[in-house]
C-alpha cells in the first residue's frame, strides 16, 4: 500500500494547515487510518486515527481540541485538519493506514 501525503508547509503560530493522504493504487476503505509526527531528535508520536467508517476518531491530547480528522472513502483520502497551530506542533507528519502502511512524511513547520 502507497499512501501520499501531502498539505504541510510553513505557518505561522496561531495559523491552519489541512494535511491530505491518498492511496492512487489501493482502498483505504477497511483500514484504520491514523496520522502520527515526529519532531527533530524525539520518537514519532500518534496525532489521530479515525475507525474504517469515520464515525469513531481519537486524538492525542496535544491536539484534541484543535484538529479534526476526516475520511472521504469515495476520494479515497483521509485529513487531518490543524487549527490554532502552535511552534511545538512543528514536525513531520506521516499517515499510517491499519497499523501497518506507512506514508512518505509532509513537514509542517510553525513559526512563532
Known amino acids: 500500500v502507497q499512501l501520499q501525503a501531502s498539505g504541510g508547509g510553513l505557518v505561522q503560530a496561531g495559523g491552519s494547515l489541512t494535511l491530505s493522504c491518498a492511496a492512487p493504487?489501493?482502498?483505504?476503505?477497511?483500514?484504520?487510518m491514523s496520522w502520527f509526527r515526529q519532531a527533530p531528535g524525539k520518537g514519532r508520536e500518534g496525532v489521530s486515527c479515525?475507525?474504517?467508517?469515520?464515525?469513531?476518531?481519537n486524538y492525542a491530547n496535544s491536539v484534541k481540541g484543535r484538529s479534526t480528522i476526516s475520511r472521504d472513502n469515495a476520494k479515497n483520502t483521509v485529513y487531518l485538519q490543524m487549527n490554532s497551530l502552535k511552534p511545538e506542533d512543528t514536525a513531520a507528519y506521516f499517515c499510517?493506514?491499519?497499523?501497518?502502511?506507512w506514508g512518505q512524511g509532509t513537514q509542517v513547520t510553525v513559526s512563532s
Open positions: 499510517n493506514a491499519g497499523n501497518r502502511f
Open positions: 479515525i475507525s474504517t467508517s469515520g464515525g469513531s476518531t
Open positions: 493504487r489501493v482502498s483505504l476503505e477497511n483500514y484504520v
